[in-house]
């Protein structure tokens, strides 16, 4: 090799060792680890449940006779109402405040859309819209101020596609039930049953209060009125 190509190699071996000295300087090391950022679903609204913020439903309550069923206005109306959804757990819900018979004050329930279902925010179903089959949840109720004996209760959908008329009109209806069994002997029958009846784009138009194991009297809350926000 000729002294020229040796100085010409040494000149490039040098050039390449400077460039990726170089390129090591200025590399960066990585970033620290972000987990990606998960965005909230779109807020859906069940039609059998509108829950969008600033709807209402007035009710009025009725007492049914143990005999015959019959129902008699008891001149005590009750309303319901959506305010803004809210995140629990990085999940949207809607907050859905609503009226028991035997509760004065308002309760609240946050529910999230699921698929076919709708679930509150424990994770328990309370409608179906397609699955009339299924029993959600079984448990015990009891003993308490409403029941001396501990009874079974379970979760399931009751009537589907079956027409019920309230003072808002006639409605094409499915239902929600939850059944208690009774315990051998009850002088009420096997079974006594809060049904909640809703409507498609209405809402509930009739719920079963709350009752007492020791008398036979029930009350029903039928729909009056309703206005829906933002309807489609």
Same mark, same amino acid.
């Given at each position: 090799?000729?002294?020229?190509?040796?100085? *010409?190699?040494?000149?490039?071996?040098?050039?390449?060792?400077?460039?990726?000295?170089?390129?090591?300087?200025?590399?960066?090391?990585?970033?620290?680890?972000?987990?990606?950022?998960?965005?909230?679903?779109?807020?859906?609204?069940?039609?059998? *449940?509108?829950?969008?913020?600033?709807?209402?439903?007035?009710?009025?309550?009725?007492?049914?006779?143990?005999?015959?069923? +019959? +129902?008699?206005?008891?001149?005590?109306?009750?309303?319901?109402?959506? +305010?803004?959804?809210?995140?629990?757990?990085?999940?949207?819900?809607?907050?859905?405040?609503?009226?028991?018979?035997?509760?004065?004050?308002?309760?609240?329930?946050?529910?999230?859309?699921?698929?076919?279902?709708?679930?509150?925010?424990?994770?328990?179903?309370?409608?179906?819209?397609?699955?009339?089959?299924?029993?959600?949840?079984?448990?015990?109720?009891?003993?308490?101020?409403?029941?001396?004996?501990?009874?079974?209760?379970?979760?399931?959908?009751?009537?589907?596609?079956?027409?019920?008329?309230?003072?808002?009109?006639?409605?094409?209806?499915?239902?929600?039930?939850?059944?208690?069994?009774?315990?051998?002997?009850?002088?009420?029958?096997?079974?006594?049953?809060?049904?909640?009846?809703? +409507?498609?784009?209405?809402?509930?138009?009739?719920?079963?209060?709350?009752?007492?194991?020791?008398?036979?009297?029930?009350?029903?809350?039928?729909?009056?009125?309703?206005?829906?926000?933002?309807?489609?």
């Amino acid at each position: 090799m000729t002294k020229n190509h040796s100085i *010409m190699l040494l000149i490039w071996v040098c050039t390449w060792a400077c460039v990726a000295t170089s390129c090591r300087k200025k590399q960066m090391p990585p970033p620290p680890y972000l987990p990606p950022v998960v965005p909230l679903p779109p807020t859906s609204y069940n039609d059998y *449940m509108p829950m969008r913020p600033g709807s209402y439903w007035i009710y009025e309550f009725y007492a049914l006779d143990s005999a015959n069923g +019959a +129902a008699h206005a008891t001149g005590r109306f009750d309303s319901a109402y959506v +305010a803004a959804d809210t995140t629990i757990n990085f999940r949207r819900y809607h907050t859905y405040f609503y009226h028991d018979y035997f509760s004065p004050e308002y309760q609240i329930r946050y529910q999230q859309d699921s698929l076919q279902y709708t679930v509150d925010s424990k994770g328990l179903i309370i409608l179906a819209t397609r699955d009339f089959k299924s029993v959600f949840r079984t448990y015990q109720f009891g003993p308490n101020a409403a029941v001396s004996d501990t009874i079974k209760v379970t979760e399931q959908m009751g009537n589907r596609y079956a027409t019920t008329v309230v003072p808002a009109g006639s409605f094409m209806t499915i239902s929600f039930l939850e059944v208690f069994h009774l315990p051998p002997g009850s002088p009420y029958g096997t079974e006594r049953i809060k049904e909640h009846v809703y +409507a498609r784009n209405i809402g509930l138009v009739k719920e079963t209060s709350g009752f007492y194991f020791s008398t036979p009297q029930v009350y029903e809350k039928r729909l009056v009125r309703y206005y829906l926000a933002n309807k489609r």
